[in-house]
């Protein structure tokens, strides 16, 4: 448990920080498999209608700095090939 005033006040953001990010990686998480799910079920017009929502939230998370930039860009990239392969 923390002791000092910085400390604690520490364990505050944190818990703010992490649920914060929580919301973004969740969402994340959602959309990129929905659009996976949709690709398997060779469902691809409703994946390219995704697609949009999917970069949006990549775009969102990295600059929230939830994700590094060239990870999103490297999931837009992958889950992009994925639908018109």
Known sequence: MAITKSAKK????NK???TRNLIYLN???DLLKEA???IIQKKVGGAKNLLPKVYQILD???KAGV???NN???K???ITKAIYK
């Open 10 to 13: 520490s364990l505050r953001q």
């Open 16 to 18: 703010k920080r992490r």
């Open 27 to 29: 969402k994340m998480r």
């Open 36 to 38: 996976r799910l949709l």
């Open 60 to 62: 969102k998370a990295a």
């Open 67 to 69: 994700i590094k930039k």
């Open 72 to 74: 999103a860009n490297r």
């Open 76 to 78: 837009k990239s992958r």
